[in-house]
Antibody
């Protein structure tokens, strides 16, 4: 059974850098075909894909946020880390960690999500 | 990049059938698979349809997906509505490495 759980600050100040960690179990990111990504959802709004990292360390970013995002993995710890620079109140959202198989097109499963509020 | 447009909300009575649309703004809807996710209040999304019309194990066959190239849209149809189907539904597709979500549709079963 695959599970993912997000951790990180619940409150960040404008212009700060957000660092979120996804800790997962039930698979290894060193196994061919495995990927982990991040998706966010502002309160009452749509889902927005942010980034994806593959087993071979290939990385993909949302074109609109690429300059602010970095995704990395630590296969020994079963963790994926997302950093987002220059946070703004509009970045207030629930941030989800997601699993995806390279051969699949859907994200499954999702972590429970973590709400990050950007406010001074 | 393209956009996926969904109705903001739909409502229907228990036992009835409802269809939620997802229209692609540019490029063919048939070019890339469409997925549908169900999101109940306070919970993370779960897949109800993947690859246009495939249903994961455990999802009732009351849920079905299709695409229509004439309207360049995908549809999620839920038959025999149950109160537990009340949720937000999100469509999802991609263009190369870029993933795109629709705005989400709130389904009310009343």
């Amino acid at each position: 059974q695959i599970t993912l759980k997000e951790s990180g600050p619940t409150l960040v100040k404008p212009r700060q850098t957000l660092t979120l960690t996804c800790t997962f179990s039930g698979f290894s990111l060193s196994t061919s075909g495995e990927s982990v990504g991040w998706i966010r959802q502002p309160p009452g709004k749509a889902l927005e894909w942010l980034a994806l990292i593959h087993w071979d360390d290939g990385k993909r970013y949302s074109p609109s946020l690429k300059s602010r995002l970095t995704i990395t993995k630590d296969t020994s710890k079963n963790q994926v880390v997302l950093t987002m620079t220059n946070m703004d109140p509009v970045d207030t959202a629930t941030y989800y960690c997601v699993h995806r198989l390279t051969v699949a097109y859907n994200f499954d499963p999702w972590g429970q999500g973590t709400l990050v509020t950007v406010s001074s | 990049n393209f956009m996926l447009t969904q109705p903001h909300s739909v409502s229907e009575s228990p036992g009835k059938t409802v269809t939620i649309s997802c229209t692609r703004s540019s490029g063919s809807i048939a070019s890339n698979y469409v997925q549908w996710y169900q999101q109940r209040p306070g919970s993370a999304p779960t897949t109800v349809i993947y690859e246009d019309s495939q249903r994961p194990s455990g999802v009732p066959d009351r849920f079905s997906g299709s695409i229509d190239t004439s309207s360049n849209s995908a549809s999620l149809t839920i038959s025999g509505l149950e109160t537990e189907d009340e949720a937000h539904y999100h469509c999802h597709s991609y263009d190369g490495p870029n993933q795109v979500f629709g705005g989400g549709t709130k389904l009310t079963v009343l």
